[in-house]
């Protein structure tokens, strides 16, 4: 067994995020500018590519991966990559595959994905008013997303939902979403919104809603109890009691969360990130692409965790969005 994957700070990496394709059927305004320019097929990591990377990353010790875009679902085949990590998952070396998407796909996927092994995934879903869920994917409708859910939890898979904070938007829905996702019986993780690309028009300080403020303003209607409990992400989960739901709060922002990170995040042009919110990666393709044998991917990857950081610099201390990276959301995964 090749040695596995500890950082410069001791924190072992287990968990893989691997985005498939920057492409997507919405555009979502704090994820991508409305005409994106999408990257050329040659770039992308072929499906197989994809699986021998993955599979090289378990084979060190990565026990968690999942899979993002843009919306996973829309790369063509992708299914044969999910069938295809199964053997992982059959073999205990994986101990987990999952997805995050916009939910638009799956009423189409949702049976194929849980017989792969897939048993939970992450919807993102910012409102519950039809109109203002056109407005802020610009090209998504929510009943698409709602057959989504549907199909999925028929299917047997755990439903959660991601919702990201956005101040003037769904501040008054904190508390129809809350007791929506009660009743079908979804936890609910709130993002706040990250300075990551070039969105034109969109204004990322006057976006910005403070976790502290969504968890104060839930206090005042549920008894809220923090819980030790961590999913191998960065959120951090209280449980309401009266409805017996997790609620997570993501806080790149307001609270930095880098201190147990063990996670990176791959593109889907094989550049692996050691940090969502550093431009600092490394060019996996080329050691993929230049020998048959996985033994320069592997140098690699492990000279790549090498060069991990201690944390990000996200700030909006001083009304700007100090810390912004230049590339999308999209592009990195997410």
Known sequence: MEPRLIDPFARAITYLRVSVTDRCDFRCVYCMSENMTFLPKKELLTLEELDRMCS???????????????EPLVRKGIMTF????????????????????????????????????????????DTLDDEKFARVTRWGR???????????QKAGLRVKI???????????????????????DMDLTWIE???????????????????????????????LTDLAERTGGPARYVQLNETGQ??????????????????????????????????????LREPLRSSESDGPL????????????????????????DGQMSRHMSHTGG
């Open 82 to 125: 999910f069938d295809g990590m199964t053997r992982h998952l059959e073999s205990g070396a994986l101990k987990e595959l999952t997805l995050t998407s916009n939910g638009s796909q799956l009423a189409r996927f949702a049976d194929d994905l849980y017989a792969a092994g897939v048993r939970r995934v992450n919807v993102s879903l």
């Open 162 to 184: 991601n919702a990201v904070a956005l101040k003037g938007f769904n501040e008054e829905e904190l508390l129809e979403i809350t007791e929506w996702c009660a009743s079908r």
């Open 142 to 152: 929510l009943p698409q997303v709602l057959k989504g859910i549907d199909a999925a």
């Open 246 to 283: 997790k609620i997570g709060f993501i806080t790149p922002l307001s609270h930095n969360f880098c201190e147990s990170c063990n996670r990176v995040r791959m593109t889907c042009t094989g550049e692996l990130y050691m940090c969502l919110g550093q431009e600092d990666m490394a060019d």
């Open 56 to 70: 090289a990353f378990v084979g060190l010790g990565v026990e968690k991966l999942r899979i993002t875009g843009g």
């Open 298 to 321: 592997i140098e690699a990857i492990h000279k790549a965790i090498g060069l991990k950081p201690k944390g990000h610099d996200f700030d909006y201390s001083r009304q700007q969005a």
């Open 193 to 223: 919104v990250m300075p990551m690309g070039d969105m034109g028009e969109t204004d990322r300080v006057g976006q910005f809603w403070s976790l502290d403020d969504v968890r104060a303003q839930l206090a005042q209607h549920y008894t």
